[in-house]
């Protein structure tokens, strides 16, 4: 029998094949950056809202902290709504006051590289400037931290200016960066397993520096490892085996690495 994979292909297969992958990889990114634009500008309107009842009513910490249990109880999985979290989003919302802020570079950033540009710089300006820059060339948090430190911008003097109708690249490091942010999958309610998995390919591709955190005497089996109990499938997530012990262990869940459970002596 012949495998599709033998069949002789049409003319022009392979050129459709490549432009319908850009296509998938294009509308993947835009909506990695619609959902993120959706969250920042969510962030924002949470800030404006709690910055004028402060302004009008002098709400203090106690309020903020009692917003958060409510919004929390009725959001779960939004780890984002933390009272620390919403005093970040009144200090967005003073520092970028003119609406709206989905036209704005910053929308464009993922919330961590925000608070980094909160947190490391106090003027205004620089906070944009250092936002524009971030979204035409593609940086990424740890390199936004390091440009902001060694002042980059100020002494090379560059000035983004169509930050606004810039598009984050597909290929960088920021992009990559906002499909692994973790408040993105809170925001759309799929921060368990999604999340979990992550973790799980992190450690396997840094496999070396995970067994030195286990401890001595690990190595490493395998992921995804099924086992057949009475004719019922299971997986686990990582397999290690303990040498000196002589027994399997595994993590579950990997909600927390030290979680581990033997499964044989």
Partial sequence: MTSPRQLDLPTGYTDLLEGLKQDVRAARTTALRIINTQLIELYWSIGAAVRAQQQ???????VIKRLSEDLRAEFPDMTGL???????????????AEGPIAQQGVAQLPWGHVTILLDKLKDQTS???YAAAAVEHGWSRNVLLNMIMNRTLERTGAAPSNFVQRLVGPGTELTQQI?????????LGLSGEVA????????TTRITETLRELGP????????VHFDVDGDD???????FHIEQSRFNC????????EQFALAA
Avoid at 234 to 240: C, I
């Fill in 196 to 203: 979990e998995r992550d973790l799980e390919n992190a450690l």
């Fill in 56 to 62: 009008a009513q002098g709400w203090g910490s106690r």
């Fill in 179 to 187: 499909a692994k942010d973790p408040y993105s999958f809170e925001f």
């Fill in 127 to 129: 906070r944009a400037r």
């Fill in 234 to 240: 299971f997986y686990v997530d990582l397999l290690f």
């Fill in 251 to 258: 993590t579950k869940g990997l909600r927390r690495l030290g």
């Fill in 82 to 96: 933390s009272p620390r979290n919403i005093q970040y989003m009144t200090t967005f919302a003073g520092a970028w």
């Fill in 217 to 224: 005497g690990f190595s490493f089996v395998g992921r995804q």
